[in-house]
């Protein structure tokens, strides 16, 4: 049973274009998500987070929307860059339930070409 | 300091073996998480430890044994180990889990495969 999924395991943008990565999820209790971005043979390192308070939340390029009713979330990257290349993790959490436990979708690889 | 190391970097091991993964954060952080990642899958969470205390054990199998021996130090024992546990061991560390807008540092994780 797979709580949060990213249907897409591939993507492929223009430089200076957008990337729009998209997440959904099937547990109402998620109320904390996150983007982790992945190089190969390293650790996913941190890039935006979410709390279902808010339905939008911006970082330089980056901008994660948030739409509850459809349980879905997406990552826009404005404008991609060839160094943003690399395997992207949506990832949810219940904070309610005190654990600190985060549920990661199966990943998309965007590659972005110069 | 904003980072998570892991030693060490690579390890290859045979199944009679004994060895032993270890993390450090100096972030303050007072929760600490093992994950196990296979190629082309996401991190799948196996122990979570908030305060030096195990919180969390995702059903992994006695043959993976963690340890905190304080807040700044998490390891993880490996003993008679099976070829299929072969994968990225990643480490991470947060505030606390209780605390809702907290999200987790990675370090680099520790790339094991079992002969």
């Known amino acids: 049973d797979q709580q949060v999924k990213q249907n897409s395991p591939s993507l492929s943008v223009q430089e200076g274009r957008i990337s729009i990565l998209n997440c959904d999820y099937t547990?109402?209790?998620?109320?904390?998500f996150l983007w982790y971005k992945k190089y190969p043979a390293e650790g996913p390192t941190f890039l935006i987070s979410?709390?279902?308070?808010?339905d939008k939340n911006e970082d330089g390029r980056f901008t994660v929307f948030l739409n509850k009713s459809a349980k879905h979330l997406s990552l826009h990257i404005v404008p991609s860059q060839p160094g943003d290349s690399a395997v992207y993790f949506c990832?949810?959490?219940?904070?309610?339930?005190?654990?600190?436990?985060?549920?990661f979708g199966q990943g998309t690889t965007l590659q972005v070409k110069p | 300091d904003t980072e998570v190391t892991q030693t060490p970097k690579h390890l290859v091991m045979g199944m009679t073996n004994k060895k032993s993964l270890k993390c450090e954060q100096h972030?303050?952080?007072?929760?600490m998480y093992w994950y196990k990642q296979k190629a082309k899958k996401p991190p799948e969470l196996m122990f979570v430890?908030?305060?030096?205390?195990?919180?969390i054990n995702e059903s992994v199998p006695s043959r993976f044994s963690p340890e905190c021996p304080n807040s700044s130090l998490l390891n993880l024992h490996l003993h008679a180990l099976q070829p299929e546990d072969s994968a990225l061991y990643l480490c991470?560390?947060?505030?606390?889990?209780?605390?809702?807008?907290?999200?987790?540092?990675f370090g680099p994780g520790t790339r094991l495969t079992v002969l």
């Open positions: 990832a949810a959490s219940a904070g309610s339930s005190n654990t600190g436990k985060l549920i």
């Open positions: 547990n109402s209790m998620f109320d904390y």
């Open positions: 979410i709390s279902s308070i808010k």
């Open positions: 972030m303050g952080h007072r929760a």
């Open positions: 430890y908030s305060y030096e205390k195990l919180s």
């Open positions: 991470a560390s947060n505030r606390g889990p209780a605390e809702i807008i907290n999200e987790q540092f």
